[in-house]
């Protein structure tokens, strides 16, 4: 593809705010800049070094608009490896824009979501993955899900994926020797080291592939819905780990009738937490339809945490509630401990594991470490190692890399039962086409915009 525009965005934030930032990017950037910027040294920006950062104004004709420091990065040595101006002006809302304006009106375009990056991309200068990571690293909830952004933006996992389809080149050359020169001895070879290899690339794949769960939770974080019956201390137990009052907290059953999304840090695992009206039959018109999303909310939630009123017996709710949750991850609160107890705890180890049984009190601030501890394990248990490890954070890339993984266990099977290697051939292709989808190689332009769409303007 081949770019010949100049784009131009506001890259801060929206508001006020100490600075704005202006960036240009493209073959006109200077040229746009020079016409618009006097440097209070009287030098034109081509005159300095690249990437130094010049003190002067913005004026339009005679009329000056803002002061300014203005600096070049010179293509390839830029975030999209085009020529790229950054104007540094003074935050606000009106300065930006009238820079922006100003900066349209000598011929550059407004930028879309995410075409900075984009052309990062489309110039080589990163591949998919990072492109993508970048967003990450933007959205990050908790310093570990950054942390894994990062290790992505880097270019472990482009390194990874490129190793898989360097190895993926080398086995399909082995192939088509074996077809082009079909003697017997040759042949014999390319089964046996293909059989070897083959399987060697297939467990490597599945080894990443098997992050992709745990990693998922870093980039959306662990979808938990908080379910029991109204007044046993669901609030309570909210405000505690969100550490301000962000929902309502109520005697009156019923109260917290909508449904509450809020992300909270635990230690560094994103957890996003749905707050529920408590799960119950009602015909109140406004709470049935907290009750409705609720249980919409809690089908599809990673972690269910329900809690239960230790100082008073089980109702029917709560084994109702007890039913509905069969088959869930679920850590089980027993609140209220500060109270005379009545629950009869034997009766919820029937329904579950007697390790996700927490008692606490949310009122008196008591036993929710051990929550921490409990979810913490729970993400932990399973692959991921340290976050320097590549992880697998985004479904895209999942599904990719299950497709690859599917094409490397064909390719094993045709090799293992000795059908033509024309067959195999074709596995090997698909593997290194699906594992191209993640870094981008192989993908359609459909593809690409849909990514960059979720960008904000001026990334
Ligand atoms: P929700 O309806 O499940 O969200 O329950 P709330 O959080 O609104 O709590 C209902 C009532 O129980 C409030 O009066 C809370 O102060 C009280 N409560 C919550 N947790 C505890 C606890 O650990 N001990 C005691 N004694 N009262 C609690």
């Known amino acids: 593809m081949f770019i010949d525009d100049t784009i131009a965005a506001i890259a801060t934030a929206p508001g006020e705010g100490g600075i704005g930032i202006i960036r240009i990017s493209g073959p006109e950037a200077c040229d746009i800049a020079e016409e618009i910027f006097v440097s209070m040294?009287?030098?034109?920006?081509?005159?300095?070094?690249?990437?130094?950062?010049?003190?002067?104004?913005?004026?339009?004709?005679?009329?000056?608009?803002?002061?300014?420091?203005?600096?070049?990065?010179?293509?390839?040595?830029?975030?999209?490896?085009?020529?790229?101006?950054?104007?540094n002006c003074h935050g606000g809302f009106l300065s930006v824009k009238k820079i922006l304006e100003l900066v349209f009106k000598k011929g550059a375009r407004p930028a879309e979501a995410g075409e900075f990056t984009k052309r990062a991309f489309l110039n080589g200068r990163i591949d998919l993955s990072q492109a993508e990571a970048v967003i990450d690293?933007?959205?990050?909830?908790?310093?570990?899900?950054?942390?894994?952004?990062?290790?992505?933006?880097?270019?472990?996992?482009?390194?990874?994926?490129?190793?898989?389809?360097?190895?993926?080149?080398?086995?399909?050359?082995?192939?088509?020797?074996?077809?082009?020169?079909?003697?017997?001895?040759?042949e014999f070879i390319a089964y046996s080291t293909l059989e070897e290899k083959t399987?060697?690339?297939?467990?490597?794949?599945?080894?990443?592939?098997?992050?992709?769960?745990?990693?998922?939770?870093?980039?959306?974080?662990?979808?938990?819905?908080?379910?029991?019956?109204?007044?046993v201390g669901?609030?309570?137990?909210?405000?505690?780990?969100?550490?301000?009052?962000?929902?309502?907290?109520?005697?009156?059953?019923?109260?917290?009738?909508?449904?509450?999304?809020?992300?909270?840090?635990?230690?560094?695992?994103?957890?996003?937490?749905v707050d529920t009206?408590?799960?119950?039959?009602?015909?109140?018109?406004?709470e049935k339809i907290g009750v409705e999303k609720s249980k919409a909310s809690f089908d599809s939630a990673d972690l269910v945490i329900m809690m239960a009123d230790s100082s008073r017996e089980l109702s029917d709710e709560d084994m109702e509630i007890l039913e509905m949750i069969q088959g869930k991850e679920v850590i089980m609160l027993l609140n209220k401990i500060d109270l005379e107890q009545k629950l009869?705890?034997?009766?919820?180890?029937?329904?579950?594991?007697?390790?996700?049984?927490?008692?606490?009190?949310?009122?008196?601030?008591?036993?929710?470490?051990?929550?921490?501890?409990?979810?913490?394990?729970?993400?932990?248990?399973?692959d991921i190692r340290s976050t320097s490890d590549v992880v697998i954070t985004n479904t895209r890339h999942?599904?990719?890399?299950?497709?690859?993984?599917?094409?490397?266990?064909?390719?094993?099977?045709?090799?293992?039962?000795?059908?033509?290697?024309?067959?195999?051939?074709?596995?090997?292709?698909?593997?290194?086409?699906?594992l191209g989808h993640i870094n981008g190689d192989t993908v359609t332009e459909d593809l690409l915009d849909n990514i960059f769409h979720n960008f904000c303007i001026g990334k």
């Open 344 to 382: 009869d705890e034997e009766v919820i180890k029937k329904y579950v594991n007697e390790d996700n049984i927490i008692k606490i009190s949310a009122l008196q601030n008591e036993g929710i470490d051990k929550i921490h501890d409990k979810i913490e394990s729970m993400v932990y248990k399973g």
């Open 277 to 286: 009206a408590g799960i119950r039959e009602t015909d109140d018109v406004v």
């Open 41 to 87: 040294s009287g030098k034109k920006i081509k005159e300095y070094p690249a990437r130094t950062l010049i003190y002067g104004y913005i004026a339009d004709g005679e009329k000056r608009i803002d002061e300014v420091l203005v600096a070049f990065m010179k293509g390839p040595n830029s975030y999209t490896a085009e020529d790229v101006i950054e104007i």
């Open 234 to 273: 669901k609030s309570s137990l909210l405000n505690r780990i969100l550490g301000e009052n962000r929902a309502i907290v109520t005697d009156i059953p019923g109260t917290t009738r909508d449904v509450i999304e809020e992300f909270v840090n635990i230690r560094g695992i994103p957890l996003k937490i």
């Open 398 to 434: 999942k599904d990719a890399l299950y497709n690859a993984m599917k094409s490397a266990e064909d390719a094993s099977s045709a090799i293992a039962d000795r059908m033509p290697l024309d067959f195999v051939e074709v596995d090997l292709k698909n593997i290194w086409d699906y």
């Open 199 to 231: 399987a060697e690339l297939l467990e490597e794949i599945k080894e990443l592939y098997s992050t992709a769960d745990s990693g998922k939770i870093f980039r959306e974080g662990l979808k938990t819905v908080i379910v029991g019956k109204p007044n």
């Open 137 to 186: 690293v933007i959205n990050a909830k908790t310093d570990k899900a950054h942390e894994v952004a990062e290790t992505q933006l880097e270019g472990s996992l482009s390194k990874k994926i490129r190793d898989f389809r360097d190895k993926v080149t080398e086995l399909l050359a082995q192939v088509e020797v074996a077809i082009d020169y079909p003697e017997e001895d040759i």
